[in-house]
């Protein structure tokens, strides 16, 4: 990362002060759904015509095995990614870090505003239609027919059970999931079976073992919607460049240059000088 944004567009958008993107973060540990109970409070966010996006602490984990990084692999080498893919045992978080999803649930609807024949939550675009396809036959919740994808029951990779989840809701996180999918961040063993009865694209590549491996519905992104996994793997196009290429590590400082620096050895003695001084956060140090 180097300070610059890929999208200029889309984070003007954002921070723009006729109508800014909010992400809402209370400095509290309960349900999100508690910021808005006094009215006050929705009253200042509708006037100033805010689109905020609510996540907390409670759903907040670092050092999540969901991160390549934690679990022994390389966010960028994908070739890393089928080897540590067993996480049962390993010393990382093993709580789901849903801040990304939060985040990233704000800024495609941004990308949804200013590219709408690619990202708008509707069946109209090309992520909608590709979305929605992958439910095959397995219904949604709103609709009361959703089914398992899991079981024998129908022939999808997606399907929402959520009966407040329309078909806008559900193409948001349908994007979502096949952004996480793509860059790594569900292709782990533990991850893909808790998702299972939603979502069974959890392996990005075809080329990779496929998880979970005993569920007949399950494929990976790039065999099961190739049209999703040509839309999320663009990083470069119009449109396109707002798109994360790597799953972020949850370690959101900036490392002082001296951190990378090579150190002097402890046991050698200095002449004239002294061991440079500087503090390095944990996190640069990991």
Not at 24 to 35: C, K
Not at 43 to 68: N, R, Y
Not at 106 to 117: D, F, G, R, S, W
Not at 219 to 226: C, D, E, M
Request: hydrophobic share 35%; proline share 8%; net charge negative.
């Amino acid at each position: 990362a180097d300070g610059a944004p890929d999208d200029a567009t889309l984070v003007q958008l954002m921070s723009s002060s006729a109508r800014p993107y909010m992400l809402i973060v209370p400095l509290r540990d309960d349900v999100e759904d508690e910021f808005f109970d006094e009215p006050a409070k929705r009253e200042i966010f509708d006037e100033h015509s805010v689109k905020e996006q609510i996540t907390g602490l409670f759903e907040a984990f670092t050092g999540s095995c969901d991160a390549p990084r934690w679990r022994g692999a390389s966010p960028t080498e994908r070739s890393t990614w089928p080897a540590a893919r067993a996480v049962g045992g390993l010393n990382c978080e093993h709580q789901r870090d849903a801040t990304p999803e939060e985040v990233l649930h704000l800024i495609t609807e941004a990308a949804a505003v200013l590219y709408p024949h690619l990202w708008a939550s509707s069946r109209a675009s090309s992520a909608g239609s590709a979305v929605l396809a992958a439910n095959g036959d397995c219904g949604w919740g709103y609709l009361g027919n959703w089914q398992d994808p899991s079981s024998d029951a129908c022939t999808g990779q997606y399907a929402y059970d959520d009966p407040t989840c329309l078909d806008d809701c559900i193409v948001i996180e349908g994007i979502y999931w096949a952004i996480a999918s793509y860059t790594g961040g569900l292709y782990t063993d533990e991850r893909a079976d808790w998702i299972s009865n939603e979502w069974l694209m959890a392996t990005p590549d075809a080329a990779f073992p496929v998880e979970p491996p005993e569920i007949s519905n399950a494929v990976s992104l790039q065999a099961g919607s190739p049209a999703l996994y040509a839309l999320v793997s663009d990083h470069t196009s119009h449109g396109h460049k707002w798109l994360p290429a790597v799953w972020p590590d949850g370690l959101y400082v900036k490392c002082p240059e001296c951190c990378s620096q090579e150190r002097p050895a402890t046991n050698r003695r200095m002449l004239f000088a002294s061991a440079p001084s500087c503090a390095c956060p944990p996190a640069c140090a990991a």
